[in-house]
């Protein structure tokens, strides 16, 4: 049973392979925090700029678009600053536990990436990983939730074969 159920809106991110993709990009950040991918799921929306434009308005009061959101399916922040989240408990695999949802914009994301002279796959593995860190409770808004959030996704990233995207 895979990890991620993806949502195509927009049929680049079908030409892209958005499947494949975030499937494995879960895979690698579940597995770099220890958790075996058998008892989640996520779900991943690839649309354009004017579905995630719509969606960041109506969940964010920001009515432009942004190169991915996420909706985590249950609070699970640190309350200590710089300390990993307590990892959710996992269901079976016929019954996995949800962590929530994850919206990705082409034109953003692929703006980005051309910006940064970067493969458009390394650049939405990335944002993947990272909404996936905040659907398991990391945040980036402390420096020290900053720091460690980064250093779970450098090694993700390291694991799937992408560089560190922070240097």
């Known amino acids: 049973m895979p990890l991620v159920e993806t949502i195509v809106e927009d049929p680049r991110w079908e030409a892209f392979g958005l499947e494949a993709c975030a499937e494995a990009a879960g895979r690698a950040t579940l597995a770099t925090l220890g958790l075996k991918p058998d008892g989640f799921s996520i779900v991943v929306m690839g649309g354009d ?28 922040g640190a309350a200590v600053p ?5 990892p959710p408990a996992p269901g079976t695999a016929d019954d996995p536990a949800e962590l929530g949802d994850i919206a990705l914009a082409w034109e953003t994301c692929a703006a980005e990436a051309d910006v940064a002279g970067k493969p458009m796959t390394h650049h939405v593995t990335h944002l993947i990983v990272h909404g996936i860190l905040h659907l398991m409770g990391y945040d980036h808004d402390r420096d020290a939730d900053a720091a460690l959030m980064e250093a779970v996704e450098v090694r993700a990233l390291a694991a799937l074969g992408v560089g560190n995207p922070y240097l």
Not at 82 to 86: E, F
């Open 82 to 86: 710089g300390t990993a989240p307590a």
């Open 49 to 76: 700029d004017a579905r995630i434009a719509a969606l960041n308005a109506d969940f964010r009061g920001k009515p432009t678009p942004t190169n991915v959101l996420s909706w985590p399916s249950a609070e699970r």
